[in-house]
């Protein structure tokens, strides 16, 4: 039989899939289109309302076939799925396995390692925690060797991944910057990039932290989300740190590797959020100067808290993630600006939009490289210009 994935959401999600891919490789063909397929196995994700809707739609439309639902759906919308599609096999979240068996690589040139399921925060907007639980960190060794196999199978970029990186190990007795000093001890070619971490774990092992990302094999790379630049909304998000922690730490590490790059993330439109304390968020943007942030309008959960109080009006929540972009853009914009005339050595990962290709550089910044080229490749190129999001090369 054939069979086909489509996966919505995070790395995590992605890293599944893969491993979904493999085990059911061993006994079916995947193909590339659901058309062409027997089976379809939907990745659910069901952090925001408007790919909850997709992914409703696309669980109605596949239910005629043998269709599989996976990730976090099955875990906390059970009933939805029941609704739209009856006879769907329920796989919901798979833990540790995920790291073990077989894998096929949406790219090749990519190892995507979970080394945890679950997070320890309590966020009021939250869904995600119902279906995914506590903390459960992931052995030093299974992970190890996990690496060890996307190494042997030449992936060059390692991305670590979790809904918490910076929790890593609280539960077992470790931590993330011990974890990736022993990832930057395994031979091979490679360059790792860490996924998010909350600054409330970020700060307390800001110093070790830093030392880990200064590593030659690490790319120079800190999702930081700080969701707002209000404290009070940060208390009512539940958030475990202050916008004072978040710039503390994007100071320190700015200070320690001068060409990080810094992703964050903002939610506008929290329930109860005044005029005066969005700007604030758009004030610590403007000091902070991230070169990557990802901008959502919120939207309230069944089961969250933050569902049950007093929501803003849809054109509040759109004019304020506008001026949020306009700002992002021009910051952006200044951020790359800073990469022109620079020269390196870029490691050639993705095939680009136009017969072009993309690559990173080692503080992960997206390049477009012309030319013909290969994936995998490592050339040395001049940066000629620069977007708001990408450079490209000359």
Same mark, same amino acid.
């Given at each position: 039989?054939?069979?086909?994935?489509?996966?919505?959401?995070?790395?995590?999600?992605?890293?599944?899939?893969?491993?979904?891919?493999?085990?059911?490789?061993?006994?079916?063909?995947?193909?590339?289109?659901p058309?062409?397929?027997?089976?379809?196995?939907?990745?659910?994700?069901i952090?925001k309302t408007?790919?909850?809707?997709?992914?409703?739609?696309a =669980? $109605?439309? !596949? %239910?005629?076939? &043998?269709?599989?639902? /996976?990730?976090?759906?099955?875990?906390?919308?059970?009933? +939805?799925?029941?609704?739209?599609?009856?006879?769907?096999?329920?796989?919901?979240?798979?833990?540790?396995?995920?790291?073990?068996?077989?894998?096929?690589?949406?790219?090749?040139?990519?190892g995507?390692?979970?080394?945890?399921?679950?997070?320890?925060?309590?966020?009021?907007?939250?869904?995600?925690?119902?279906?995914?639980?506590? =903390? $459960?960190? !992931? %052995?030093?060794? &299974?992970?190890?060797? /996990?690496?060890?196999?996307?190494?042997?199978?030449?992936? +060059?970029?390692?991305?670590?991944?979790?809904?918490?990186?910076?929790?890593?190990?609280?539960?077992?007795?470790n931590?993330?910057?011990?974890?990736?000093?022993?990832?930057?001890?395994?031979?091979?070619?490679?360059?790792?990039?860490?996924?998010?971490?909350?600054?409330?774990?970020?700060?307390?092992?800001?110093?070790?932290?830093?030392?880990?990302?200064?590593?030659?094999?690490?790319?120079?790379?800190?999702?930081?989300?700080?969701?707002?630049?209000?404290? +009070?909304?940060?208390?009512?998000?539940?958030?475990?740190?202050?916008?004072?922690?978040?710039?503390?730490?994007?100071?320190?590490?700015?200070?320690?590797?001068?060409?990080i790059?810094?992703?964050?993330?903002?939610?506008?439109?929290?329930?109860?959020?005044?005029n005066?304390?969005?700007?604030?968020?758009?004030?610590?943007?403007?000091?902070?100067?991230?070169?990557?942030?990802?901008?959502?309008?919120?939207?309230?959960?069944?089961?969250?808290?933050?569902?049950?109080?007093?929501?803003?009006?849809?054109?509040?929540?759109?004019?304020?993630?506008?001026?949020?972009?306009?700002?992002?853009?021009?910051?952006?914009?200044?951020?790359?600006?800073?990469?022109?005339?620079?020269?390196?050595?870029?490691?050639?990962?993705?095939?680009?939009?136009?017969?072009?290709?993309?690559?990173?550089?080692?503080?992960?910044?997206?390049?477009v490289?012309?030319?013909?080229?290969?994936?995998?490749?490592?050339?040395?190129?001049?940066?000629?210009?620069?977007?708001?999001?990408?450079?490209?090369?000359?």
């Open positions: 039989m054939k069979f086909y994935i489509e996966t919505y959401g995070c790395s995590r999600n992605q890293a599944d899939s893969e491993a979904i891919a493999g085990a059911l490789a061993e006994e079916h063909e995947q193909v590339s289109t058309d062409d397929a027997d089976i379809v196995v939907v990745n659910t994700c952090v408007p790919t909850e809707n997709k992914i409703l739609k =669980l $109605k439309k !596949y %239910s005629n076939k &043998k269709l599989i639902v /996976a990730g976090c759906m099955p875990e906390a919308e059970r009933d +939805k799925i029941k609704e739209v599609a009856p006879n769907a096999e329920i796989w919901g979240v798979k833990h540790e396995e995920v790291l073990e068996g077989p894998h096929i690589r949406v790219n090749k040139l990519v995507i390692i979970p080394i945890s399921s679950g997070c320890l925060g309590s966020c009021t907007y939250c869904i995600v925690r119902f279906a995914r639980g506590k =903390l $459960k960190s !992931y %052995s030093v060794e &299974k992970i190890l060797n /996990a690496i060890e196999t996307a190494i042997k199978d030449e992936c +060059k970029e390692i991305w670590i991944t979790a809904q918490d990186t910076g929790a890593y190990g609280i539960d077992i007795g931590s993330l910057p011990n974890l990736l000093e022993k990832v930057c001890t395994l031979d091979g070619d490679f360059k790792v990039r860490v996924g998010m971490m909350n600054p409330n774990h970020a700060m307390k092992m800001l110093p070790a932290l830093s030392k880990a990302l200064q590593h030659e094999k690490m790319f120079k790379f800190l999702h930081l989300p700080i969701q707002s630049g209000n404290n +009070k909304i940060l208390k009512e998000m539940n958030r475990f740190y202050t916008v004072e922690d978040y710039k503390k730490i994007i100071d320190y590490v700015k200070r320690e590797i001068p060409q790059t810094i992703s964050t993330d903002i939610i506008v439109g929290f329930p109860g959020e005044t005066q304390e969005f700007k604030d968020t758009l004030k610590v943007l403007e000091e902070t100067k991230p070169d990557i942030v990802n901008i959502s309008r919120y939207g309230a959960r069944p089961g969250t808290s933050a569902a049950e109080l007093k929501q803003h009006e849809e054109i509040t929540k759109k004019e304020r993630s506008r001026e949020a972009t306009k700002l992002v853009k021009e910051i952006g914009q200044a951020r790359n600006n800073d990469w022109i005339n620079w020269e390196g050595e870029v490691l050639i990962d993705e095939h680009g939009k136009e017969n072009d290709f993309i690559g990173r550089n080692f503080a992960y910044k997206p390049i490289v012309k030319g013909t080229h290969k994936l995998g490749e490592k050339v040395n190129v001049k940066i000629k210009k620069a977007t708001s999001t990408y450079l490209v090369s000359g």
